[in-house]
Each structure stands twice: as C-alpha cells, then as structure tokens.
C-alpha cells in the first residue's frame, strides 16, 4: 500500500480477499459483524487516494476509475462469502461539489454510474469549519459551509441523479460535525 492505505492496482484483489476473509471470520467467531461497511475512508480526496495524484508518463491516471474498481472489486468479493454485509463508498469527504465548474460533483455522478451494480449504498462526511458561526451573515459572500441548506441541495443532487439512472439507493451520512474547537 502507499498514501495513506491506498492498495497498489497489482494488489487489488489481495485487499479484497483480506476483506472479505476479516468479514467472514468475524462472522464465525462472533457471530455478528456490522451490517454496512464501508470500502475505504475518504478516498475522494488526495490524501487518502493516492491515485488521484498519480501521473502515467506525464499523464494522470484515471484515478476515479481506480476508485470505482476497487470499491465494486471489494463489494462483489465480501458479497461472494457474506452477502448479508451491505457494502459501500466512496467514504466522501470535502463536499465542495461546485468546486472546478462542478468538476467534483461530475466525478462522482461517474463513480455512482461505475458502481451502480455493486455498492449497496453511498456513504458522504460533512463537516462545517471554524467559520460556520455566524453563517447567515456571511452567506452571500464567503460561506461554504453545509448548514443553511447547502447539505440538503448536496443530497438532493445525489437522490435525483439516483433517480434519473435508476440507482437510487440508501446514502448514508457515516461522518457529521464541526471542525471547530472547543472553548
């Protein structure tokens, strides 16, 4: 692995067979596990993707294609052995989807169509900054954090893309919080 937990391509399979082998045995050794997992955290941004700044002979790979086959990879191998476990991503985080003309926005449309027969569910992280205090004041300039309605236009996005490709599915809001600190 290199970046954070990001499996080399060559070593896709052994991650998803390890996977799947922890599923199981917990399984059998405690006779539960958790009934949704998801494939890898964050992987949506760089830090946690190591894809995503990836460079073939000076051009990038295409990284969310990478993202998308290793999710469906791990979801058909856990479902093969424990197909009552409920497998999803992408763990999101950073939800600027407006970002780059809406560029992240239409990669993740592309994962979900890349994944729409594999992932059982879909899995974001929203967190506001140190500046959310105050929000509605500074709305028409700054603001861009999630309260004030932006979390709800940002599911709605992705509930109505499941609608028009026929994949709607549960999303699942697995991180929600501040990033602001204590007093």
Partial sequence: ?????TPRIEYFNQAAQLAATYLKKQIEYS???ATWWEVKNESTIKSEWFYHFTRNKGQPVDS??????FHNLVAN???????EVKIGGPASAWMQLQSDHFGLW???ARFMDLTKDHLDFY??????DPQ?????RRLPS???????????????MFQAYGEVTNNLKPMIISEYGTLNKGI
């Fill in 31 to 33: 006779g539960r596990t």
């Fill in 77 to 83: 191998t856990v479902h093969q052995s424990s197909p």
């Fill in 106 to 108: 239409k990669k993740q």
């Fill in 64 to 69: 969310w294609k990478h993202l998308a086959d």
């Fill in 142 to 156: 700054s603001y861009d954090g999630y309260l004030l309605g932006r979390l709800e236009a940002l599911l709605d």
């Fill in 132 to 136: 959310t205090l105050g929000a509605e």
């Fill in 123 to 128: 899995s974001h992280h929203f967190y506001e």
């Fill in 1 to 5: 692995a290199f970046g954070r937990g």
